[in-house]
């Protein structure tokens, strides 16, 4: 089900239709307005330069934010694949401990 809010950014406002809810698209949006506001406040623009500016900022976020999810991920599988072989070596380990163990209760039988 969709949702309709009606959010206000820099002075306008604007009706937002999303499947999300509408606290987290007031969420969003006043982040955009405060991103937006940094902007207008560090630069002398006008609202729709602003407004591509806060926009290639708000990319330059998500492109370095998913650089940092994936080399997590990369970072993720490596430990896995250690874990993995350090877990295939446990077992191996506990085989040999019982071959051993085998070897010598027949050579010492009770």
Known sequence: MS??????????????????SAS???KVAAYVG???EEVLGSAH???IDAA???????????FKAQAAAEQLRRQI???LDEAGKAQS??????????????????????
């Open 3 to 20: 949702n309709r809010v009606v959010v206000t950014i820099c002075g306008e406002d604007y009706t937002f239709v999303a499947e999300e």
């Open 24 to 26: 987290y698209m007031q």
């Open 34 to 36: 405060d991103k937006m």
């Open 45 to 47: 623009v006008g609202k």
């Open 52 to 62: 591509v500016l806060t926009a290639v900022n708000v990319a330059d976020e998500l």
């Open 77 to 79: 599988k490596g430990y």
């Open 89 to 110: 070596q446990v077992s191996e380990l506990k085989r040999e401990v019982v071959r051993l163990q085998q070897r010598l209760d027949s050579r010492n039988p009770k």
